[in-house]
């Protein structure tokens, strides 16, 4: 038995790595070093080729079909490489027990039942043929060498039959198997593909939320109403609930979308948003770490099921219209999704054929945003040498390109330097200016605030505000940041004077900051223009001696800073303000 095993299982390593290339390597070496003349020599090549191919024939779809359970790549590929090595292993360490073991107790049809079952695996059928090759010929070379051998089956029925045959030990019935075992795995992958999605929303919008409503109810009706306290986030929800679709006529709807998790414990993500995106239009979306930013991302582009709501993607529902609406967006993702062995240049000559721009144009469409991008220097190199920046640049090149209606960047900065950031915006710019509507999350809130149209924060899973990034200022920002610069030299009385003179002037300011030099003041922007504000201060420029001073209005990082305090309802109290 461990004579057999020892190059079934070899063998077995050799057809499971990589290639089909390296494969036949691999399998040459481990014939030359089992001494295996049986499997290459004459045309015997052939059928062992011909095995392996029917090998990955199987295999391919049903490790495709596999990976379906998984959710990370990365446990997808540890957990399948092992289930292809156990499940050759131990299939084969069954077979060759109840074969061996006369006496085992299992009834026939136990017993019948298994070895069926067993024929499922590819590894099994592999390990099958190999070995039954194997025996075939060596028992034919021996009868042929030792006519009379007493404890071998030489006679004419068992020699002249083929090793295609289906009986005794040859390799028919596992070659039968693997052929329709890779039909079958193939058209169950077709029928995944085309039901999932149904299946998906099925199971997630009325079994698993009909449950969770049943049991839930007081907390369904109360974190999924949709109200807001803000009136713009209030009056964008009544606006899209009031008028018919076509009415809005947006690139991108989003109507009472929420999405809920239901893992142990149920997490509520999204909760009830509603908000439209014309064309032309970027619209970023900001909150903290689990704000549910990347949840309400993930259902634009097709990777999770809304739990309620709908969306709709240049008019199509994306519940319904799933193929059609990805046809019709740009997707830079969080994490790259590069092909790593291809070069900038070959995978942008693919995804412009996706996108079906003419051949003629395909070098030039390409060339335009390599170039825009500033990556033509690499644009020849394999994408795994890539550094972390220049791979951010390509995937929203990538997304960038083509005709989509809607682009969807998730934090598409991450692990830029200045300038490569400078260049995205200039192209984000560009695409939201040729009427694309664009949305994206950040982190960075300057980056917001220099191209988008509009903005919303969300905190655990709501909108708190919605509008431009200048309305939200003026809204939330109803106080001016002071900056004093005094004179080294000046005296203690002076200072404490210009201080008095400042919560005097300005009632209602605070002083934020001090250091021997600066002084930081927030001061109420009510019933303070910035003509007085500036009319005042230069008067006490001089009355002070100060060196300088410097006005200006609230950041928008500042307006996103207000909401890291939970208890913050009153957002125009600058005290809470960092
Ligand atoms: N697949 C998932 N299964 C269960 N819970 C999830 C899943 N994905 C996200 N969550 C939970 O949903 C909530 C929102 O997460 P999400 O990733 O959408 O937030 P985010 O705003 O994008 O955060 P970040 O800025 O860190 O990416 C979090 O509480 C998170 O733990």
Same mark, same amino acid.
């Given at each position: ?49 011909? /095995? ?6 199987? %295999?391919?779809?049903?490790?495709? +079909? ?14 399948? &490489? ?42 099994? @059928? ?11 010929? *060596? ?11 007493? @404890?071998? !089956? ?29 039909? /079958? ?12 999605? #149904?299946?998906? #929303? ?21 974190? +999924? ?21 076509? &009415? ?6 989003? !109507? ?76 830079? $993702? ?25 051949? $003629? ?17 690499? %644009? ?12 951010? =640049? ?9 005709? $989509? ?16 950031? =400078? ?7 560009? %695409? ?26 969300? &905190? ?14 003026? #809204?939330?920002? !109803?106080?001016?940041?002071?900056? /004093? ?6 005296? !203690? ?6 201080? @008095? ?21 927030? /001061? ?8 007085? &504000? ?18 200006? *209005? ?23 303000? $960092?």
């Amino acid at each position: 038995m461990r004579v057999r095993m020892l190059p079934t299982l070899l063998i077995l390593w050799a057809a499971e790595n990589e290639t089909m290339k390296g494969k036949v390597i691999q399998e040459q070496v481990v014939f030359q070093l089992c001494e295996l003349d049986v499997y290459v020599t004459g045309y015997h090549l052939l059928d062992t080729m011909f /095995i392996l191919m029917l090998y990955g024939w199987s %295999a391919i779809p049903l490790m495709y +079909l596999l990976s379906f359970l998984f959710s990370k790549s990365s446990s997808a590929y540890i957990k399948l &490489v092992l289930f292809n090595y156990l499940s050759g292993i131990f299939s084969l360490l069954i077979d060759v027990m109840f074969q061996s073991d006369a006496e085992n107790n299992m009834p026939n049809a136990n017993r019948s039942f298994l070895f069926k079952s067993l024929l499922l695996l590819p590894n099994y @059928n592999l390990a099958m043929c190999i070995i039954n090759y194997f025996t075939f010929h *060596q028992t034919k070379n021996w009868c042929s060498k030792i006519m009379h051998a007493t @404890n071998l !089956k030489c006679d004419k029925q068992n020699t002249e039959k083929s090793v295609y045959s289906l009986e005794g030990q040859t390799i028919g019935i596992y070659i039968i198997m693997m052929s329709t075992i890779g039909v /079958i795995y193939l058209l169950l992958i077709f029928f995944w593909e085309t039901n999932v999605w #149904k299946l998906r #929303k099925f199971l997630n919008q009325y079994i698993y939320f009909g449950i969770y409503k049943k049991y839930k109810k007081g907390k369904v009706s109360k974190e +999924l109403s949709g109200e807001c306290d803000d009136d713009d986030v209030e009056n964008e929800r009544k606006r899209i609930l009031g008028q018919p679709l076509e &009415v809005l006529n947006s690139a991108v709807l989003i !109507k009472e979308l929420t999405k809920i998790y239901f893992n142990y414990p149920v997490v509520l993500a999204v909760k009830n948003i509603s908000v439209t995106i014309q064309k032309g239009e970027c619209f970023g979306l900001l909150g903290f770490n689990g704000a549910g930013k990347t949840s309400a991302f993930h259902i634009l582009t097709g990777e999770e099921i809304a739990t309620t709501g709908q969306v709709f993607i240049d008019g199509f529902n994306i519940t319904d219209n799933i193929h059609k609406v990805k046809s019709r967006i740009g997707y830079c $993702p969080q994490t790259d999704a590069l092909l790593e062995y291809m070069t900038g240049r070959e995978i942008m000559i693919m995804y412009a054929r996706v996108w079906g721009v003419s051949e $003629p144009q395909i070098q030039l469409h390409v060339r335009k945003w390599l170039g825009s991008l500033q990556l033509e220097p690499y %644009a020849d190199r394999i994408i795994s040498t890539y550094s972390g920046g220049s791979k951010r =640049r390509l995937c929203t090149a990538i997304a960038l390109m083509g005709k $989509p209606a809607v682009i969807l960047m998730d934090e598409p900065s991450t692990g830029m330097d200045p300038v490569a950031r =400078r260049l995205l915006w200039d192209a984000v710019i560009q %695409a939201r200016e040729s009427g694309k509507a664009i949305i994206i999350t950040s982190h960075r809130v300057e980056e917001c605030d220099i191209f988008c149209t509009k903005l919303a924060i969300m &905190v655990k899973g709501k909108f708190v505000c919605l509008g431009s990034p200048q309305h939200l200022k003026n #809204k939330f920002g !109803k106080f001016y940041i002071l900056k /004093i610069k005094i004179n080294t030299d000046t005296h !203690k009385q002076t200072l404490d004077d210009l201080k @008095n003179f400042i919560m005097m002037t300005f009632p209602g300011s605070t002083l934020k900051q001090e250091s021997k030099e600066i002084l930081n003041y927030y /001061i109420p922007s009510t019933d303070n223009s910035w003509a007085k &504000v500036f009319g005042i201060l230069e008067d006490a420029k001089e009355q002070f001696s100060l060196e300088d001073y410097y006005v200006s *209005q609230i950041t928008l990082e500042q307006v996103f800073l207000t909401f890291a305090i939970p208890e913050n309802k009153g957002l125009n109290d600058y005290n809470n303000v $960092p």
